[in-house]
C-alpha cells in the first residue's frame, strides 16, 4: 500500500503494528476512524470491499455486526484475522464499532450485463424459500439479519455454502434450516443474484 | 416412519391427483405467482404483504444489567410475587437443582453453563462450564450433571464440589446427527434412571431422516440408546407426571404455512417405542401437511396432542407444580413457558401458562399465569424454562434478559443480588 496522506500513514502503520505486535484495536487508537483503520483496510473505507471473499461491511444492521464481533471475540465463529483482532475489545466497544460500522454507505451492486436465465433462477428461489420475508424488501435485513443487497458474490457464495454444510457457525441455526433442500449450484444462482440486487 | 412399497404407491398416487387438484383449485383461494411457485408454496401473500416483515427473534449476547430487568412490568395472579433471583448469565436457558443447592442454568446460543450459589451470604451467578456447543440441555441426578449439547452428552460427576476449578464433562454419547436445525436439546432424567432427550427435525419442514423428529433414550452410562417416540418436529421441554410417570412434552410445530395454525402441542408419551406424534405427515394432531399429508389420516395414524397450546406460541420448558407454597388450585398442575411466536405479525405467547388436569392425566383447561413478557409488540423478556424449589416457589429463566426470577406465593420474597 502506497502512502498517499499522513492519515492514511497511520493507518497502515496502525495496521502493521496491529499484524506484528499483535496489540489490540483498542489500544493502539483513540478516535473511531483510526481504531477501525485496520478493518477497514481489508473491508474497505466506503463499505465496500475490494478483497475476494472479505464481505462489505457497509449498511449492515448494527445488532447484526454486533452478534458476529462478539461471536469473533469469544471465539465461537473461527476466522483467524478475525479472532485475533477481537481480542481484548470490551462489550462497549462491540456496540461502538458496530453502530459505527453499520452507518457506512452501503456498497454498489456488482455491473451490469446480467445473465437473464440465472436471474430467474434465483428469483424462483426466493420466491419458494422466502428469502426476503427475513432479508426484507429489497434484502437489506434488518436487527439480526444481515443486508444482502449488493454484497460481494464470492462472499455470499462462500458463505451460503459454509452455512449449508454445518462449516460456519451461526448464531441461531435459521441458515442451515433453510438452506437444506438448496443444491450448491442453486446457491451460486442465488449469489449471482443478491451481488446485483439494486 | 418407513412406509411399504403398496403405502409408497398410494402415496405417490394420491400425491399426483392431489398436485392435480391444487394446481386447479388452489389459485381461486389465493394469488398465483407468475413463475408458479410449487403447490405448497402458493397462498402466501404478496411481494410487499405483512409476512414479509417476519423474521425470527434473537436475545442480544450480552445479559441485561439487573438494573434494567422490566420485572415490573411482569404480572402474576393476586398473592403472587416476582423477583429477580439472579442475573448476568447471558441467555439463560433450562434450569436444574443440584442436590447441595446449586441452581444450573444452561445456554442455547452461547457456550456456558451458569451456577447460581449462596457465597457468604450473597446470591451470584458465575459461569462453571465453558467451551460447550448449544448446551441448552442440563439434567441432575444423584450428585452428577448431565449436559447435552448439539451433538453429544456428557457428564460431570460431583459437580458440586468442583464448582470452583476448571471443569471438563466426560462424553457418554455422540451417535448424534450435527444438523444445526433444531439441533439443540432438552434432557431429562426419567424415572427408570435414564436420560430422555430429542433429536428434533432439521428442518422447518421436510421428510426427516430416521434418525431424526424422534425422541432417544440412553442409560446413564450413555449406552442401551432407545428410540422411544418418532413424529416431533421439535422439542423443548418435558416432564414427568408425579403420579402415572408418563412423559409430557411440548412441542413446536411448522412455520410458514398460516399465522393462525398450526398450533403448538402439549403430548403424552402413552406407548414408549410405538407413539408417532405426525410429523411431517399431520401437524397439531388432526391438520395434514399440503406437501406430506395426502393420503393420511391424522387422528387414524398419529397420537393426538392432550391440548393445543396456541399458533407459533412456541412452549419450551414445563414443569408438573409439586410444591406446597401454592393454593391448591395449583397442585398437580402443568405450568409451561410459552417463548413467544415470532412468525405472527401480532406476537402470540411470550406468558406462562398453567395447565389444569385432570384425573387421568388428560388436560382439563389452560389459563394465563405469568403475563406481561410482550409490550407494545416487542418483546421484554421470553420465558424459556422453570424449576419448582423445595420451598414450593417457582424459578424461570427469561433468555432474552440473560436472567432467572422466583415466584412467590403469600411469604415474604427473597430479594436478589
Not at chain 1, 481484548?88 to 454507505?105: C, H, N
Not at chain 2, 448439539?150 to 460431583?158: A, D, H, I, M, T
Not at chain 2, 415470532?342 to 405469568?370: A, C, H, M, R, Y
Request: with cysteine; net charge neutral.
Amino acid at each position: 500500500m502506497v502512502a498517499t496522506s499522513k492519515k492514511h500513514g497511520v493507518q497502515i502503520i496502525v495496521f502493521a503494528l496491529t499484524l506484528l505486535g499483535g496489540a489490540t484495536i483498542a489500544a493502539l487508537a483513540d478516535t473511531m476512524e483510526e481504531r477501525l483503520a485496520p478493518c477497514l483496510a481489508c473491508h474497505g473505507a466506503q463499505g465496500q470491499s475490494e478483497k475476494p471473499e472479505v464481505p462489505s461491511l457497509g449498511a449492515q444492521p448494527a445488532f447484526y455486526l454486533l452478534v458476529q464481533l462478539y461471536m469473533f471475540r469469544e471465539g465461537m465463529r473461527v476466522v483467524e484475522p478475525m479472532n485475533e483482532m477481537m481480542k481484548g475489545t470490551s462489550d462497549d466497544e462491540l456496540r461502538s464499532m458496530s453502530d459505527f460500522i453499520s452507518k457506512l454507505p452501503p456498497p454498489q451492486p456488482a455491473a451490469e450485463n446480467d445473465d437473464a436465465t440465472r436471474l430467474d433462477q434465483a428469483r424462483s428461489l426466493i420466491h419458494a424459500n422466502r428469502c426476503n420475508y427475513c432479508h426484507s424488501q429489497n434484502f437489506v435485513g434488518g436487527e439480526n439479519i444481515p443486508r444482502l443487497a449488493g454484497q460481494r458474490e464470492d462472499y455470499l457464495v462462500k458463505a451460503l455454502r459454509a452455512y449449508k454444510h454445518n462449516t460456519r457457525r451461526a448464531y441461531e441455526p435459521w441458515m442451515s434450516n433453510v438452506l437444506y433442500a438448496i443444491t450448491d449450484e442453486q446457491l451460486a444462482d442465488l449469489a449471482y443474484f443478491l451481488a446485483r440486487v439494486r | 416412519m418407513i412406509l411399504s412399497s403398496v403405502a409408497r404407491r398410494h402415496l405417490l398416487l394420491a400425491g399426483a391427483v392431489g398436485t392435480m387438484l391444487v394446481t386447479t383449485f388452489w389459485p381461486l383461494v389465493a394469488q398465483q405467482a407468475p413463475d408458479a411457485p410449487p403447490p405448497w408454496a402458493q397462498g402466501r401473500p404478496a411481494q410487499d404483504g405483512a409476512a414479509q416483515k417476519l423474521a425470527p427473534v434473537s436475545p442480544p449476547p450480552f445479559a441485561t444489567a439487573a438494573d434494567k430487568i422490566p420485572v415490573d412490568k411482569f404480572k402474576a395472579p393476586n398473592g403472587f410475587k416476582i423477583e429477580v433471583y439472579a442475573s448476568g448469565m447471558v441467555q439463560a436457558r433450562s434450569l436444574r437443582e443440584g442436590s447441595k443447592g446449586t441452581i444450573f442454568v444452561s445456554s442455547r446460543l452461547s457456550d456456558k453453563i451458569y451456577a447460581i450459589t449462596d457465597r457468604n451470604g450473597k446470591r451470584e451467578a458465575r459461569p462453571v462450564i465453558t467451551g460447550l456447543y448449544r448446551p441448552n440441555g442440563i439434567a441432575f441426578h444423584n450428585g452428577t450433571l448431565y449436559i447435552a449439547e448439539l451433538s453429544q452428552v456428557s457428564k460431570v460427576e460431583n459437580i458440586e464440589d468442583k464448582l470452583d476449578q476448571a471443569i471438563k464433562p466426560t462424553v457418554i454419547y455422540s451417535d448424534l446427527p450435527k444438523d444445526e436445525p433444531h439441533g439443540w436439546k432438552y434432557l431429562t432424567v426419567g424415572p427408570d434412571n435414564r436420560l430422555y432427550f430429542q433429536v428434533g427435525a432439521p428442518c422447518n419442514i421436510c421428510m426427516p431422516p430416521d434418525t431424526h423428529a424422534q425422541i432417544r433414550s440412553i442409560n446413564l452410562d450413555g449406552g442401551d440408546m432407545k428410540v422411544v417416540a418418532r413424529g416431533i418436529r421439535q422439542i423443548v421441554g418435558m416432564d414427568w407426571h408425579p403420579v402415572s410417570k408418563q412423559l409430557y412434552f411440548t412441542e413446536n410445530q411448522r412455520d410458514w404455512l398460516s399465522e393462525e395454525f398450526p398450533e403448538d402441542k402439549l403430548n403424552r408419551l402413552v406407548n414408549p417405542g410405538k407413539d408417532n406424534f405426525g410429523f411431517p405427515y399431520c401437524h397439531q394432531g388432526n391438520m395434514p401437511d399440503p406437501e406430506f399429508g395426502w393420503g393420511h389420516d391424522c387422528k387414524a395414524e398419529f397420537t393426538q396432542p392432550l391440548v393445543l397450546l396456541g399458533p407459533h406460541s412456541a412452549p419450551l420448558g414445563m414443569r408438573f407444580y409439586t410444591g406446597q407454597m401454592f393454593p391448591a388450585e395449583y397442585r398437580g398442575t402443568i405450568l409451561i413457558a410459552r417463548h413467544g411466536s415470532w412468525n405472527k405479525t401480532i406476537k402470540f405467547g411470550g406468558d406462562i401458562v398453567v395447565v389444569k388436569l385432570n384425573d387421568d392425566g388428560t388436560v382439563k383447561s389452560v389459563e394465563p399465569f405469568i403475563t406481561g413478557f410482550v409490550q407494545d409488540n416487542n418483546y421484554i423478556g421470553r420465558p424459556a424454562d422453570l424449576h419448582v424449589m423445595k420451598d414450593g416457589s417457582v424459578l424461570f429463566s427469561d433468555d432474552y434478559n440473560g436472567a432467572v426470577y422466583r415466584v412467590t406465593y403469600g411469604s415474604s420474597p427473597v430479594s436478589a443480588r
